[in-house]
């Protein structure tokens, strides 16, 4: 089994979550329920600065359940149903996602596990479909990896990942806090708040898995 992660613009990720304009960032971190006929998941969502959540309207979208509010940040459990292009495509091929998918700006990163040849077909159908799909990485698969990932938000996994790429924990340090929050765009106080919880859920669920 294989792991392929891509990263999809134009038109795809707003027939999947159609919030154009008015959310900042959505990650889903757990899925419930995920066919041709609908969808419902657990989301962390940020606001566009002026929007509340009451504005956020759409014919694909059947009921949003607010579990935890902060400012304009919410975790929420959205219901909704697919557009009938995406609802085609999902019937075609037994999708396996890996969450946490990222909506953000016009842009949508996800995982799907399957063998070579499955991936292969579901990328060369979504580019007949004319569907702007850039593979970032295709690696093996490991559940006991992956379930340790799933520990980490979406923004925490990505921190993570680019201060261990950029070398920010090797010895000694290719680079330090700042350089690496202003390389991310982000404050440094922020960027340390984020990778001290990242590593802290990682130890912990490691201990969990090990013990």
Not at 114 to 120: K, M, V
Not at 133 to 150: A, I, N, T, W
Not at 178 to 198: D, N, P, S
Request: hydrophobic share 40%; glycine share 8%.
């Amino acid at each position: 089994m294989r792991k392929m992660t891509v990263r999809a613009t134009g038109n795809v990720p707003h027939c999947c979550i159609p919030f154009a304009g008015l959310v900042e960032r959505l990650e889903v971190i757990s899925i419930f329920n995920f066919t041709p006929a609908a969808h419902s998941e657990v989301c962390n969502i940020t606001l566009a600065d002026g929007i509340s959540l009451e504005g956020i309207k759409s014919d694909f979208i059947t009921d949003i359940i607010v579990l935890r509010n902060e400012g304009r940040d919410y975790t929420c459990l959205l219901k909704g149903k697919f557009s009938d292009e995406i609802s085609r495509f999902i019937g075609k091929f037994d999708l396996k996602l890996e969450y946490p998918l990222i909506f953000e700006g016009d842009t949508c990163q996800f995982s799907m596990v399957g063998s070579s040849d499955e991936l292969y077909n579901i990328i060369t159908a979504a580019k007949e479909n004319g569907w702007g799909f850039e593979v970032l990485s295709v690696q093996k698969y490991d559940p006991h990896v992956s379930s340790v990932f799933r520990a980490l938000t979406g923004k925490q996994k990505e921190i993570l990942l680019q201060a261990y790429r950029s070398g920010y924990f090797d010895h000694p340090r290719k680079i330090n806090a700042g350089e690496l929050a202003g390389k991310i765009g982000m404050h440094k106080t922020t960027l340390l708040e984020h990778l001290h919880k990242a590593e802290k859920r990682l130890i912990g669920h490691i201990i969990e898995l090990t013990s």
